[in-house]
């Protein structure tokens, strides 16, 4: 079995190498997609890949930002949405923490409340409320603040939250991030039927006539059986990753959420650090783990991770 640090190196490096590998398949038909066997880094030579000149193995959006945040949750010390608002523009403005400081890929939504964030707009109100703003942007990063996180639930779910607000501000983004973090934390503890125990847990914190409550019940509707299908709108992603999870091994995951199609590399993604947590890091075979691009930004930010969550073991 999997030792805690393994799992939380397996959620971290999970995330990475789900979205490299969906790079490639990015807005496609599921119908265009190659064999899933033939679904890898380099993907076959007949295939039109999406992001043309993008070195195979290289993470796009979806990993940067979510490195963004762990790097602010490690320096910070608690969940600073200024802070983290600052190194999301600077990620965009610079390249940080991008392999090869190249930024690609980036959302609409994303990409309007950076410009809010620019122009002086408190973080907590970059991101807009608006019924047509709910990508899967915040959805996509969110992992990191689950494996660092040691408060209660509550606690985390405030959080998962908060950091959605930055760049999508809809309640409904906000709790798939919530939802979707405690899923990752009972996953972790190794809780059966860790999406269950997720839901029960996020009712339990919101009354009947809650808004949060609204959205869950009749937005995301967690007790419906999982289904999938791509797409970038933040419940589609949710979704279509807890049904990935069924097709079994990592490699078996992030290959049928990128044989979805359409937000390939973000599915992929979402569903890659879930099954990296529950099986840990060893699960992802080796062919992804050794030729993952930009290790030598994600492995002082791992390791001072593992440092915390090992010192609070002892």
């Known amino acids: 079995m999997p030792t805690r640090a393994e799992r939380i190196e397996g959620g971290l490096i999970g995330l990475l190498v789900g979205d490299a590998l969906g790079v490639p398949y990015e807005f496609s038909d599921p119908a265009a997609l190659p064999p899933v066997e033939e679904i890898e880094f380099t993907p076959p030579s007949n295939f039109k890949r999406a992001h043309e000149g993008t070195p195979p193995g290289t993470w796009s959006d979806d990993g940067a930002q979510a490195l963004c945040l762990l790097d602010s949750l490690l320096t910070c010390g608690h969940f600073d949405a200024e802070d983290f608002g600052r190194r999301l523009v600077n990620w965009y403005d610079a390249g940080?923490?991008?392999?090869?400081?190249?930024?690609?890929?980036?959302?609409?939504?994303?990409?309007?409340?950076?410009?809010?964030?620019?122009?002086?707009?408190?973080?907590?109100?970059?991101?807009?409320?608006?019924?047509?703003?709910?990508?899967?942007?915040?959805?996509?990063?969110?992992?990191?603040?689950?494996?660092?996180?040691?408060?209660?639930?509550?606690?985390?779910?405030?959080?998962?939250?908060?950091?959605?607000?930055?760049?999508?501000?809809?309640?409904?983004?906000q709790v798939c991030c919530a939802l979707y973090c405690l899923w990752a934390r009972r996953t972790l503890e190794e809780t059966p039927n860790p999406w269950a125990a997720a839901v029960s847990a996020l009712r339990a914190m919101f009354p009947d006539d809650a808004r949060e409550r609204e959205e869950l019940e009749w937005s995301i509707r967690p007790d419906d059986p999982p289904e999938g299908d791509g797409s970038g709108y933040v419940v589609a992603t949710l979704r279509s990753a807890r049904w990935a999870q069924e097709a079994g091994s990592y490699e078996q995951v992030v290959k049928a959420a990128i044989g979805l199609g359409r937000d390939t590399d973000t599915t992929a993604c979402v569903a890659g650090g879930i099954v990296g947590l529950r099986d840990g890091v060893t699960a992802i075979p080796a062919r992804w783990r050794e030729t993952l691009r930009g290790m030598e930004l994600v492995q002082p930010l791992l390791d001072a991770l593992l440092k915390r969550a090992v010192a609070e073991q002892a």
Request: proline share 4%; charged share 20%; aromatic share 4%.
């Open 96 to 173: 940080y923490l991008a392999v090869d400081g190249r930024v690609f890929d980036i959302g609409i939504q994303t990409g309007r409340a950076l410009a809010r964030l620019r122009a002086g707009a408190p973080a907590l109100e970059a991101g807009s409320t608006e019924e047509n703003a709910l990508g899967n942007g915040s959805l996509m990063r969110v992992l990191p603040l689950a494996l660092w996180h040691r408060g209660a639930d509550a606690e985390l779910v405030t959080a998962a939250c908060a950091q959605s607000r930055v760049t999508h501000g809809h309640p409904r983004a």
